[in-house]
């Protein structure tokens, strides 16, 4: 006489909740047997093998719908379930992969914020060689920088602080494809200085270049245009929303960047 388990059994077996083995029972992917006396639920070797290929299949998030008279399919049915099942789980993987990438990027974002010293001014290279416009007339354009947050950046002149330019960084390679102005290309003598550039949203003349570039002249450091990358957008001490640039200031004193880049030799 073959050997019976609980219901109990089972659920710690597969460690599933007894409510689950019972709806697997009443949707017809399992048959338990049924104690007389009490009616409880029982099961031989055979039914907890049947249990071990529908938890197999459950956890492939495979429709109940599809697992109904699962012994009954041909190999090749269950062979075709497998195959649909290995190509969504591929394209899933493949999503959070790059929702991995993206939290690395705004990881290090929020890293460099946190690390930067508002009273230095490292010299740094952009990393970025061209920007255009962002007045785009078609939607489907801009779409496709909407998942790249980082490659939306802005220009401030030094005439006015309070005028400033939006766009998108792209390669030089691909101005071609974009109708959209170029307001700035990178010159390779230029000499920027690093700083952590904070805008107000929605007023966008209510930032710190201001501030920065006095600061930056009492070093005795004649400044130019300014390039932000945007960081993010968070809420400031005062409940006011801010926007973060991770954002370069062009040096325009000819000695300091013959200085730096020992062009003088």
Known sequence: ???????GQVSELFDLP?????????????????????????FD?????????????????IPIKQMKNLYGKTLTELYETLDETEKRIHKELLIMKQKQKEIRARKKQLKLMIDTNEEEFPIEEIPFDCMISTEFEDIVEIKQFLPNYSSFGMMSMPASSSQTMYGFFIDPSDIHLFSQDVIWKKKDTTIY????LKSEMNHAERNNILEVRETMHEKG???GEVIGQYLLTNTDENNIRIEYYHAWMEMKNRKEIFRISGLNG
């Open 193 to 196: 200085r690093r700083f952590l």
């Open 45 to 61: 070797i055979d039914d907890i093998f049947m249990l071990y290929d529908i938890v197999f299949y459950r956890k492939l998030d």
């Open 221 to 223: 450091w004649e400044t």
């Open 18 to 42: 007894k409510s689950t083995i019972r709806y697997w029972d009443e949707q017809g992917l399992i048959r338990s047997s049924r104690q007389e006396e009490n009616d409880y639920r029982l």
């Open 1 to 7: 006489m073959k050997k019976m388990y609980t219901i």
